[in-house]
Each structure stands twice: as structure tokens, then as C-alpha cells.
């Protein structure tokens, strides 16, 4: 494992991220410093998720042979992120409710669409989710979230939806329980464009977020810079 550095908690949205390098040329790294937050505190110098593209002729697959390409997309994006935060993680296990177990000490999470997998690995609990942002019912804004929830955000309506929608998601891959918690994990607050502040059961989260593709890519913030990278595989 390699030593890490302690990472500050203050978030300084005027300044402008620190540049810092990538392994393969083609790939698009975007840094948000990190903010205030109540989950865990990392003691990595950064954490790194992976946004992986998926290649062209695999997004006509369907059923179970998508489903295995998928997730198998996924943890190839897992182990580019570890690889980049310099965590070695072992074999990739799921409890009874399909969370994932710690791997030799580290926590992961994955998200996958039909054009792009995510993933991200680090020391503290962890959460990704991935989204793209289209239509919907209007029936499922209510779901997502209630009226005082809607009238935090004052951006296009399918945008805000699935920033809440990702937000809310990333949450609760941190704490185990999944989208039968949904009504207990609420948005607080829409600090900017890149920042939401949530609730669940009586606890603050902070959730940073980037934008590719019209997909939204929500991040747990654990306490130290998120380093995003687009790999162009």
C-alpha cells in the first residue's frame, strides 16, 4: 500500500484544481478540491474514479451477455481507479443484500449505462453512481424527491432530476442499504453546480458531481480531492 497524505477538508470553490498527471495521454482527468463532510475521512492524497467508454459494437448487446460485459467493464474501471489512488484490492465479494465486502481492507463501488462504466476505489467507505440525463415520467420526480426537496435546486428540471437522482444513489451504495432507502435520504441542499448536500437517518453527506456526455457522475465526497478519468480505452 502506498503512504498517503492526509487530505483537508475545506473546499475553496473560487480556486482552481491543482493540474496533475495522467498515465495515458488521451485521457480527460478533471479535480475538484474537497469539501465539508460527515462521511469518512480519507487519508489518501486523492481519490481517483474511472469513467470507462464503452466500445461501440458492445452497446447493441442485450440480456445476460450485456449484463456480464457490464460488470465486467466496470471492475476492469475498479482497477484502473485503485491502481491510480495505489490500492491493492483482492478478490471482489458482495454481502447477502449485494453490497460490496471490503477487498483487503479497501472499499470499492461500480455503476454501469449502456455508453459508459464507473468505478472507484478507497480506504473509507465509498459510493459512485452514474447516470444519463434524458426524459422521464413525470411521475418519478415525486419518488425521487418531495416539494421542498425540488425547490432547493433552480436548474433544468431533467438535470436536477438526475443530479438528485445520482446523489441520492451514491449515498446509499455508502451505506449498504440500496433504493429500498430512498425515502430516508434527502437532499438538504444545492450548494453549486458540482455540490449537493443530503441526509439519511439523521446523518450529512456531501456528494461531488461531473458532468460528461450528458451523463452525471455522483462521488461520495470522503474528504480529499476526487480526481475524475475519462479513459479512452
Not at 203 to 228: N, S, T, W
Amino acid at each position: 500500500m502506498r503512504t498517503a497524505g492526509s487530505c483537508s477538508s475545506r473546499w475553496m470553490p473560487t480556486q482552481a484544481p491543482e493540474p496533475f498527471q495522467t498515465y495515458l495521454s488521451r485521457s480527460l482527468a478533471i479535480s475538484i478540491v474537497p469539501g465539508n463532510t460527515t462521511a469518512g475521512k480519507s487519508a489518501l492524497k486523492a481519490i481517483c474514479p474511472v469513467l470507462l467508454p464503452v466500445a461501440p459494437d458492445k452497446r447493441s448487446l442485450s440480456g445476460r451477455e450485456k449484463v456480464s460485459y457490464l460488470s465486467a467493464h466496470a471492475r476492469k474501471a475498479l482497477a484502473l481507479s485503485a491502481r491510480e489512488a495505489g490500492i491493492a484490492l483482492g478478490a471482489l465479494e458482495k454481502n447477502d443484500a449485494g453490497a460490496p465486502r471490503p477487498s483487503n481492507g479497501y472499499y470499492w463501488s461500480v455503476a454501469h449505462k449502456p455508453d459508459y462504466a464507473a468505478a472507484v476505489a478507497a480506504d473509507v467507505p465509498i459510493g459512485i453512481d452514474l447516470e444519463k440525463i434524458r426524459a422521464v415520467a413525470p411521475g418519478l420526480y415525486n419518488k425521487i424527491a418531495d416539494k421542498s426537496e425540488w425547490l432547493l435546486g433552480h436548474e433544468d428540471r431533467e438535470h436536477l432530476f438526475f443530479r438528485y437522482w445520482t446523489a441520492k444513489e451514491a449515498v446509499l451504495k455508502v451505506a449498504g442499504t440500496g433504493i429500498r432507502e430512498l425515502a430516508h435520504c434527502r437532499v438538504t441542499g444545492v450548494v453549486d453546480a458540482r455540490l449537493i448536500g443530503l441526509d439519511f437517518k439523521g446523518k450529512p453527506f456531501q456528494v461531488r458531481q461531473f458532468f460528461h456526455d450528458r451523463h452525471v457522475i455522483a462521488v461520495v465526497d470522503v474528504g480529499c480531492p476526487i480526481e475524475l478519468k475519462r479513459i479512452d480505452s
